[in-house]
């Protein structure tokens, strides 16, 4: 590697709510820099989630966020001519990315509504333990637990 490593850029909390997670979320949402407009997708998916759950909805976005958090993952690693499937631990800034990522991931697949309805179902099915991007989550952690025995080859 060549030069030094890039330095972690400090995120804002978002301007409403005052929370960094959700200035998170409204960055991955961001699309060709235009970031009013993800804001406006999040607020309102927070405003919808409020009226359906009658909760508060951070403590609906965090608990969501906490359920599709995963642990494990597996990575590849070539060994004697072989392609294995090694389950790793996953680091803290890697699980937030992947758990945003399979949120927005799971509420773009859904078809014929707005993205703000699309995100806050997608976010109160996660905070039930259901929706696709908690069965994501299973399908990688079922696939780490499926690769147990190759985790020797880890280091």
């Not at 978002?14 to 804001?39: E, H, R």
């Not at 409020?50 to 906490?66: G, H, M, N, P, Y």
């Amino acid at each position: 590697m060549r030069g030094k490593k890039a330095t972690k850029r400090k995120i804002l909390p978002d301007p409403k709510f005052g929370n960094v997670y959700i200035a998170k979320l409204i960055n991955y949402i961001m699309k060709d820099g235009k970031k009013t407009i993800a804001q406006r997708i999040v607020y309102d998916a927070l405003e919808l989630i409020s009226e359906r759950t009658k909760q508060d909805a951070i403590e609906v976005f965090d608990l969501a966020i906490k359920n599709v958090m995963p642990s494990l993952e597996v990575k590849s690693k070539r060994v004697g001519g072989a392609n294995y499937q090694i389950p790793m631990p996953v680091r803290g800034e890697r699980r937030h990315m992947l758990t945003y990522r399979w949120i927005i991931a799971a509420a773009r697949a859904k078809k014929g509504k707005p993205m703000s309805v699309k995100l806050a179902e997608e976010l109160i099915a996660a905070s039930n333990n259901e929706g696709d991007a908690i069965k994501k989550k299973t399908d990688v952690q079922k696939m780490a637990e499926a690769n147990r025995a190759f985790a020797h080859f880890a280091r």
